[in-house]
């Protein structure tokens, strides 16, 4: 049972480069989503994903990329990294939204990720 | 945009005793879901409670009670007979249509 995780757990990277944050789910979990948890902003989404090849940005954005070719894994990407990034990622699936029972997240461990 | 609040940004209680958290929120969809999870220092979310907003009944999982004002659009989180494993960040979250709304969290600390 091995629900949600995250890989890499901690991520040390320098400005400009392309980072890729992994999140697999074995709950075949229709929704999944991507936030960032900073200090005083609580948890921001970055993207969302309501199926396979179904993706639709959050909040904040801007400088991420995201892909979900398969039910289980929604990869996020930082193209060209920046300081301003450095944050505690957190994956999360759901299995529905307000329409289909608005049952809740499950979230993964997070990823810790420094850009220098 | 919907926004979740939560005003207080740090609260203790001294063990055994029972603590609120608050939260408000603002929606103008009439069907909803509200929740409460728990950040413990491994950093790790874990779901608290989870409440319909149909519902007129207040939920409640064990020592955890929700008071649900709809009116009000407040959600304030009872917890009875705090423990120190009780001493975590807490944070409100709305889901309305697919997407979940967070709030900035509170710092609870169980005191002995």
């Known amino acids: 049972d091995a629900g949600i995780t995250q890989s890499p757990r901690y991520k040390i990277t320098e400005t400009g480069r392309q980072v890729t944050l992994m999140c697999h789910q074995t709950w075949s979990h229709s929704y999944m989503f991507w936030y960032r948890q900073d200090l005083g902003h609580g948890l921001r989404l970055i993207y969302y994903?309501?199926?396979?090849?179904?993706?639709d940005k959050g909040e904040v954005p801007d400088g991420y990329v995201v892909s979900r070719s398969k039910t289980e894994n929604f990869p996020l990407t930082l193209e060209s990294a920046t300081r301003s990034q450095t944050s505690v990622y957190f994956c999360?699936?759901?299995?529905?939204?307000?329409?289909?029972?608005?049952?809740?997240?499950?979230f993964g461990p997070g990823t810790r990720l420094l850009v220098l | 945009a919907q926004t979740v609040t939560q005003s207080q940004p740090e609260m203790s209680v001294q063990e055994a005793e029972t603590v609120t958290l608050s939260c408000t929120y603002d929606t103008s969809e009439s069907n909803y879901y509200l929740f409460w999870y728990k950040q413990p220092p491994s950093r790790q979310m874990i779901l608290v409670i989870r409440q319909e907003a149909y519902k007129q009944q207040n939920a409640t999982e064990n020592r955890f009670s929700v008071n649900f004002q709809k009116a009000a659009k407040s959600f304030s989180l009872k917890i009875s007979d705090s423990q120190l494993g009780d001493t975590a960040m807490y944070f409100c979250?709305?889901?309305?249509?697919?997407?979940?709304?967070f709030g900035t969290g509170t710092s609870l600390t169980v005191i002995p």
């Open positions: 979250a709305s889901l309305t249509g697919n997407q979940f709304y």
């Open positions: 999360a699936s759901s299995e529905s939204s307000v329409a289909s029972g608005g049952r809740a997240q499950y």
């Open positions: 994903s309501a199926a396979a090849d179904i993706t």
